[in-house]
């Protein structure tokens, strides 16, 4: 190697004296489609010779890597021991490499290294325009739980974003180039922006399904009502990935979600899971209206009639001793005598039912209600409730009349109509709800909510358990 030989191409193409050159202008200016697609050029040219001028352009930043520095102030003095630096456009940049100009004193210095320059320096240019509507979607289903229906479900994403590397804030961009090239970038001589939306695509893929499947369980929205919920989701995904991108030197502009579907066979599997539901609830309240129908539809019946809940169950009991034929008289008698309790105890079946049970159990055993023996009971015969569920009682002889009737069948004697004390057996007003002799209740309570009538102390209606107050 010569002293004024260099294999540098600039220096052979320059015919000057002692192989000086012009000073370099190294900048960055695109030319077609595919130029100005790139995120990131590497200059060709490396090992710039000192007073080498940086030109860099509005939306560019450029990041120079010396052994020596780079000097940015306006008085061209050089940098401490600054091994990279980077400039933000639109600005021009003079260089201090330590190679010298001359190739006579740079070829003796490179002797020194084998050939190659001992003050080794590159450039590289970024573009910092914005990266919008740039797409992306699940390549594998989203494996998420409904919260409502609280099964597994997959489903599919896509959506926009769009991303930039931080050029306005001069504090934060240099740290950004630096965290990009080394992350990104690496020591390739071109990266494209279809380069970047690939290498930006997987990350998104790889922190989306969890951090969409964790805002779903959090936010509890059905996936059959996702759809409303997308923008939402949209915001909830660009909080959580911005820190994400800017690992890597990036700034996430905009993120968003077009859809959310999950797949034929689960939404197909989720609907007929809500139909399931919503018919056994309809079946449900459907029996539960039909109960409540019939309970008071019998409650006014026997309101109608006349008579409570226990009194019917009673006259059931009272009906089933009667008809059975093969428990003989002393059956009968103890049968009675159990009634007589039960009917005690109930409080509400009042002399009409003592005298019907005596007069039942008279039958079966050949003695008749009243103690007067089978005369008294074959000429009246026992006594009848009537429609009111009450009988009529003479005030002369005593006998239990049916309930209506005007003259007494035993003697002939004219009833009085009202309601008769089961007391003291007196005749009072048919609307009087107390006894105008004793004070005893005429008429029963009902339940507030099935309006059947209950016995004295009832604490919860026998009929549909509601709670009495």
Known sequence: MSLFHSDNPKEEQHSGILGAFSVDNIKWEPEDVEGASLVAFRYPYEDFPNGSYLQVAQSQMAVFTNNLGADSSSDGSAGQNSQVSVFVGPCKIKLDTGDSRFAPFRNVTHSLTGGSSAFHSVVYFINTNYMNELRWGTTDPILVQDPEEEVNVHVRAYGLFGAHIEQNDSGLAPIQARKFLVKVVGTR???????????????????????????????????????????????????????????????????????????????????????????????????????????????????????????????????????????????????????????????????????????????????????????????AGPASVGAEGSQAICPKCGHANPAGAKFCLECGSKLESGRVCPSCGKVNPSNAKFCLECGTRLVSPTCPKCGAQLPEGTKFCPNCGAQIQ
């Open 189 to 379: 001589g071109q990266y494209s922006q279809e380069e970047l939306t690939s290498f930006m695509r997987a990350k998104i893929l790889e922190y989306v399904p969890d951090l969409l499947a964790n805002a779903i369980t959090e936010e509890n929205i059905p996936i059959l009502k996702i759809s409303a919920h997308l923008s939402d989701f949209s915001n909830v995904m660009k909080d959580k990935l911005v820190d994400y991108f800017d690992a890597f030197g990036l700034t996430l502009d905009n993120f968003s979600f077009n859809s959310i579907k999950p797949f034929e066979e689960d939404l197909a599997a989720i609907n007929e899971m809500k139909i399931q539901r919503k018919r056994s609830i309809l079946e449900a309240q459907g029996n539960a209206a039909q109960m409540d129908i019939e309970s008071e539809a019998l409650a006014r019946k026997r309101a109608r009639e006349g008579y409570s809940y226990q009194q019917e169950r009673g006259m059931d009991v009272m009906q089933a001793a009667a008809s059975n034929e093969g428990g003989g008289s002393a059956q009968f008698v103890g049968a009675g005598m159990g009634l007589g309790m039960g009917v005690g105890m109930g409080g509400a079946m009042g002399v009409g039912f003592a005298n019907l049970a005596s007069e039942t159990i008279g039958a079966a055993s050949g003695v008749s209600g009243n103690g007067a023996g089978s005369d008294r009971s074959a000429g």
